[in-house]
């Protein structure tokens, strides 16, 4: 007798995140300040970071909300108060259960969003020294086709040349031979032509 054996469905892992939501700002360097400034918080302990443009939040695993709240407070403090006059933006600071999976794509999302600018960046310098290089290749080539033709025009009246060079040295050829005959027939032609 065979045991049957009841499979469970795969339930997500949940876990409690913290969210700093930005307020009145669409700039993504926004998120980026709010990353570095709680990166450096020495108190806090931080699982993972996340980014999500699209919403402009800021996701934290291994924190607490407290904790969060007060690093979010001095950063805007801060931002106010020293030398950013002027520096108003609201966070809202939430707690959001979310699945492992979820923090993970995000953060895989943005680190090939960040390559992938970088890679763009590369090939637009890339294609700059190119599109610099091509204008220097094409004045060349340009310069040195116009004294090519130079030389083709050259080549054409040197071959005429030659070609009547030829003909005069063949005419001349004919000439000579006609002068190739025994000095004693042309003694006797000469003498011919007296005596007649």
Same mark, same amino acid.
């Given at each position: 007798m065979t045991k049957l054996i009841k499979l469970e469905?795969?339930?997500? &892992? $949940? *876990? %409690?995140?913290?969210?700093?939501?930005?307020?009145?700002? %669409? @700039?993504? @360097?926004? $998120? =980026?300040?709010?990353?570095?400034?709680?990166?450096?918080q020495k108190h806090m302990k931080f699982g993972n970071i996340a980014l999500d443009k699209e919403k402009m939040e800021v996701l934290i695993t291994g924190s607490n909300r407290k904790d969060v709240e007060r690093a979010i407070d001095w950063h805007a403090k801060g931002m106010r108060n020293a030398g950013h006059g @002027?520096?108003?933006?609201?966070?809202?600071? $939430?707690?959001?259960?979310? #699945? $492992? !999976? %979820? &923090?993970? #794509? %995000? +953060?895989?999302?943005? !680190?090939?969003? *960040? +390559?992938?600018? !970088?890679i763009n960046n590369e090939c637009k310098k890339r294609e700059e020294k190119w599109a610099k290089n091509k204008k220097g290749m094409i004045a060349n080539i340009s310069k040195f086709s116009g004294k090519i033709r130079k030389q083709d025009l050259k080549i054409t009246e040197l071959k005429k040349d030659k070609y009547e060079l030829k003909k005069n040295l063949n005419l001349v050829g004919k *000439? =000579? +031979?006609t002068y190739h005959i025994p000095a004693y027939k042309i003694v006797w032609r000469r003498f011919k032509e007296l005596i007649a």
């Open positions: 469905s795969e339930k997500p &892992i $949940l *876990e %409690k995140i913290v969210v700093v939501k930005v307020l009145q700002s %669409k @700039g993504f @360097g926004d $998120l =980026l300040k709010i990353r570095d400034h709680l990166k450096h @002027g520096y108003r933006i609201n966070f809202e600071v $939430l707690e959001r259960e979310i #699945t $492992l !999976e %979820k &923090i993970i #794509t %995000k +953060k895989v999302e943005i !680190e090939c969003e *960040e +390559k992938i600018k !970088e *000439e =000579l +031979k």
